[in-house]
């Protein structure tokens, strides 16, 4: 239940990693165009895609997360990274709008909080869960 309102908490007050970074444009208010018959519905859904960096020694990396009920390995629903050129392991994952707490596993064995993601609760076992949200 606390991690529940925690979540519940940061999706309103928390905005994803890099938001509000793309320039000194940012702050200007845009008339957005009206939507017209035949234009397509706006966003539902976020695109993201999570790195890991510095374990291209290891022999697997999963993504998993509140958003696949914290799967443990691809078959109950982790999400498989694949190891670039750079060493470093990538996957991009589609979600609905809200708030996700997620962890890589490495090796299978190994569950780690994102080092690059500084938004994170209390995991409740003396760890953090990071936290992505979606704003579409």
């Given at each position: 239940?606390?991690?529940?309102?925690?979540?519940?908490?940061?999706?309103?007050?928390?905005?994803?990693?890099?938001?509000?970074?793309?320039?000194?444009?940012?702050?200007?208010?845009?008339?957005?165009?009206?939507?017209?018959?035949?234009?397509?519905?706006?966003?539902?859904?976020?695109?993201h895609t999570f790195?890991?960096?510095?374990?291209?020694?290891?022999?697997?990396?999963?993504?998993?997360?509140?958003?696949?009920?914290?799967?443990?390995?691809?078959?109950?629903?982790?999400?498989?990274?694949?190891?670039?050129?750079?060493?470093?392991?990538?996957?991009?994952?589609?979600?609905?709008?809200?708030?996700?707490?997620?962890?890589?596993?490495?090796?299978?064995?190994?569950?780690?909080?994102?080092?690059?993601?500084?938004?994170?609760?209390?995991?409740?076992?003396?760890?953090?869960?990071?936290?992505?949200?979606?704003?579409?």
């Amino acid at each position: 239940m606390r991690v529940v309102l925690v979540a519940s908490l940061l999706l309103v007050a928390c905005r994803p990693p890099g938001y509000g970074k793309g320039g000194d444009d940012d702050d200007v208010a845009v008339d957005a165009p009206k939507a017209t018959a035949g234009d397509a519905p706006p966003a539902t859904t976020c695109d993201h895609t999570f790195r890991l960096e510095g374990e291209s020694s290891a022999a697997s990396v999963w993504l998993t997360g509140s958003f696949i009920a914290w799967g443990g390995d691809p078959a109950n629903g982790a999400v498989p990274l694949a190891l670039g050129g750079d060493g470093a392991w990538t996957v991009t994952h589609t979600f609905d709008a809200g708030a996700y707490l997620y962890k890589f596993i490495v090796d299978g064995t190994s569950w780690i909080a994102d080092p690059a993601n500084p938004d994170g609760v209390d995991d409740g076992f003396g760890g953090r869960n990071s936290l992505y949200t979606c704003i579409p």
